[in-house]
C-alpha cells in the first residue's frame, strides 16, 4: 500500500462549481498534512497546511480525519486559475527524523 | 528576494556523460532537498541534507551524488547519465525537519533533464 494516495483525476468541473479530494495516508504517526499546488510545468507550491481542527482559506476548506486516516481538500466557486493538480503531503516519523511524503496529485480542470 | 533558484533549466544529455545541478537558496534554510518527478509519480526524494557539510540518501539515491559546501547552496551530480534518468529535477529547502508544521518545503522551478 502506498504511504499517500490521492485519485488522480482528473476532475472536470465548470466555472463556480465546489469540488472536493480525499487522500488517504497509510502510517497513523503522522504528525502534519498539506496541501500543495502545481501548474503544468511548474513547481509545486504550498497552498495550505491542514490542522487538526480543520481550516479554511477563503474558497479553500482543509480538513483531517485522524480515524479514518485521510485529508481532504474542499474547493467553493471554482475558478479557471483553480486548474492545476494539487498534491497531498503527509509528514510521517522515519529514521529518528520526519520525512514528507507527497502523493501523485489530482488533477482539476475547470471549464468555462 | 529570490527564494529557491535551480540551474540549468533544461539539459540534454547523451548516456555516460556528467553534469550538475545547482540549488542555491537565499532563506537561511538549513534543510535542502533534491527530487525527481516521472509522469504519474509522486515526487521523489533522491539526496537531502540537515545541515552544511552533512548529506543524506534519499529514497532513489543510486546513480547521484550530491554536495553541500555552503549553506545556501546544494549540488546534484549525475557522474554516469543513463535514459532512466530522464525526469524533471526540483530543489527544495526548509526552515525545519521536525514532526509539527514549520517544514513546509519550497521548491525551485526544475530543471528538465533528458538523456538520450
Known amino acids: 500500500r502506498k504511504e499517500v494516495e490521492q485519485d488522480p483525476g482528473p476532475f472536470n468541473v465548470p466555472e463556480g462549481a465546489t469540488v472536493a479530494f480525499n487522500c488517504t495516508y497509510s502510517?497513523?504517526?503522522?504528525?502534519?498534512f498539506f496541501w500543495y499546488r502545481q501548474d503544468c510545468r511548474k513547481e509545486p507550491k504550498l497552498l495550505m497546511s491542514?490542522?487538526?481542527s480543520g481550516n479554511e482559506d477563503g474558497r479553500f476548506t482543509a480538513q483531517l480525519n485522524r480515524a479514518s486516516q485521510y485529508i481532504s481538500l474542499l474547493i467553493r466557486d471554482s475558478k479557471l486559475s483553480d486548474s492545476a493538480t494539487y498534491l497531498c503531503?503527509?509528514?510521517?516519523?522515519?529514521?529518528?527524523?520526519?520525512?514528507?511524503?507527497f502523493g501523485s496529485g489530482t488533477r482539476l480542470l475547470v471549464r468555462p | 528576494n529570490a527564494g529557491v533558484t535551480q540551474t540549468p533549466k533544461f539539459r540534454v544529455l547523451k548516456t555516460g556523460q556528467s553534469m550538475t545541478l545547482l540549488c542555491a537558496q537565499d532563506?537561511?534554510?538549513?534543510?535542502m532537498y533534491w527530487y525527481r518527478q516521472d509522469p504519474g509519480m509522486g515526487l521523489r526524494l533522491i539526496h537531502y541534507?540537515?545541515?552544511?557539510?552533512?548529506?543524506a540518501k534519499g529514497e532513489v539515491p543510486d546513480g547521484y551524488n550530491v554536495s553541500r559546501l555552503k549553506k545556501q547552496n546544494f549540488l546534484l551530480g549525475l557522474e554516469s547519465a543513463a535514459p532512466s534518468q530522464t525526469s524533471v529535477y526540483f530543489c527544495?529547502?526548509?526552515?525545519?525537519?521536525?514532526?509539527?508544521?514549520?517544514?513546509?518545503?519550497?521548491f525551485g522551478p526544475g530543471t528538465r533533464l533528458t538523456v538520450l
Open positions: 527544495a529547502s526548509s526552515y525545519s525537519i521536525s514532526g509539527s508544521f514549520g517544514n513546509e518545503q519550497f
Open positions: 502510517n497513523s504517526a503522522s504528525q502534519s
Open positions: 491542514v490542522y487538526s
Open positions: 503531503v503527509v509528514n510521517i516519523p522515519k529514521d529518528s527524523s520526519y520525512k514528507l511524503i
Open positions: 532563506m537561511n534554510h538549513e534543510y
Open positions: 541534507s540537515v545541515g552544511e557539510g552533512t548529506t
